[in-house]
């Protein structure tokens, strides 16, 4: 960016948006969403921005990948008002769910491992598996085991993702094994970031196929977003070092 340094090593806002390739607007809403500092002003009230305004402006945009928008600017805000503590909070946090989010894809894996192919209705089953176990397992316990409502179990089932059975005589839903197994599937691959819409698609091929290859593309494809979140948030840490370097 030194081609745009302005004299005494200032920059208007089209410079610094410009080397980020964003818009001047977008550099005053992150100036006054508190993400930049507060600019100096020239006699006329004209916006000027310093080295400093550039390297927070470079950290910021390197920690949306692996933060989110949200979270990045709440790190900046925090920075600048002299909060590190918080902004360290933060990061940490980030850093948590990161890693909560790998145990939630080991979980699915292990899952998985369980799966058997006899447990699986292949084609030409009949919509209702038998009961694995006397009276199986109703809506209530269910849910309570997964940490869920009954309204979602609910909502799974009108999404294809699980087909309880009806009890003849109470008309309660009953869930047996297999079912309890889409249950937990479902619920590890709605934490893990999937739509309703991207779940059933899954959990219906294993059903016909008696297959585990489209949750295993899945887990493939998760393995690498946790991947390039972390090494996201390696390069933000990076940026944002250099910003508190700047700012001294």
């Given at each position: 960016m030194g081609k745009n340094l302005q004299s005494g090593g200032r920059f208007r806002p089209i410079d610094l948006a410009r080397g980020h390739g964003l818009s001047t607007q977008a550099v005053r809403n992150y100036e006054e969403a508190g993400i930049l500092p507060a600019a100096g002003?020239?006699?006329?009230g004209y916006r000027t921005y310093t080295s400093l305004h550039a390297a927070a402006l470079r950290a910021f945009l390197a920690l949306v990948p692996g933060h989110g928008h949200r979270t990045a600017a709440a790190?900046?805000?925090?920075?600048n008002r002299g909060a590190a503590d918080e902004a360290?909070?933060?990061?940490?946090?980030?850093?948590?769910?990161l890693l909560d989010d790998r145990r939630t894809l080991q979980a699915v894996e292990s899952a998985l491992g369980d799966l058997e192919p006899a447990t699986v209705p292949g084609p030409g089953a009949g919509s209702e598996p038998a009961v694995a176990g006397p009276g199986g397992t109703f809506i209530g316990t269910l849910a309570g085991q997964l940490g869920i409502r009954p309204a979602t179990l609910r909502a799974w089932e009108r999404a294809g993702l699980v087909r309880p059975r009806r009890d003849p005589r109470t008309g309660y839903r009953v869930y047996d094994e297999a079912d309890v197994r889409d249950a937990r599937l479902a619920h590890q691959l709605r934490r893990g970031g999937y739509?309703?819409?991207?779940?059933?698609?899954?959990?219906?091929?294993?059903?016909?196929?008696?297959g585990l290859e489209p949750l295993e593309a899945a887990l493939r494809d998760?393995?690498?977003?946790?991947?390039a979140r972390g090494r996201a948030l390696l390069t933000g840490?990076?940026?944002l070092e250099e910003y508190l370097r700047e700012l001294g």
């Open positions: 002003r020239t006699a006329h790190i900046m805000r925090a920075v360290f909070r933060l990061i940490d946090t980030s850093h948590a769910q739509l309703l819409e991207q779940i059933a698609p899954l959990i219906s091929q294993v059903r016909a196929a008696g998760w393995h690498g977003r946790l991947s840490a990076a940026a």
